[in-house]
């Protein structure tokens, strides 16, 4: 079992910048690929980005590339999520997920983990 927590959503002007954690519980993150998802409301939850659990792939959605970045410190159990140059098309709830020995890719299905979400709010 794995629970995450994520925290770091906020209200932020277009253009500006926010950094999301997502705290794992238990002594077996690092098996773990983590991945960040979001869902605006009236639409399906989607692939933000995803890393690999020895950390070695890294996958973006192509409406991020370039302005977000994943990382982990599997020492910290935490994974990030550094977002630059926000637009109010970013506006969502963003959510962590873990896949065990996973690849990160954008694959719903085989995240087992999720956490409950941490509202991004920007403004034009």
């Known amino acids: 079992q794995v629970q995450l927590v994520e925290s770091g959503g906020g209200l932020v002007q277009a253009g500006g910048s926010l950094r999301l954690s997502c705290a794992a519980s238990g002594r077996t993150f690092s098996s773990y690929a983590m991945g960040w998802f979001r869902q605006a409301p009236g639409k399906e939850r989607e692939f933000v980005t995803g890393?690999?659990?020895?950390?070695?792939?890294?996958y973006y959605a192509d409406s991020v590339k370039g302005r977000f970045t994943i990382s982990r410190d599997n020492a910290r159990n935490t994974v990030y999520l550094q977002m630059n140059s926000l637009k109010p098309e970013d506006t969502a709830v963003y959510y962590c997920?873990?896949?065990?020995?996973?690849?990160?890719?954008?694959?719903?299905?085989?995240?087992?983990?999720w956490g409950q979400g941490t509202q991004v709010t920007v403004s034009s």
């Open positions: 890393i690999s659990w020895r950390g070695g792939n890294i």
């Open positions: 997920a873990a896949w065990q020995y996973g690849s990160g890719s954008p694959v719903i299905p085989k995240y087992d983990y």
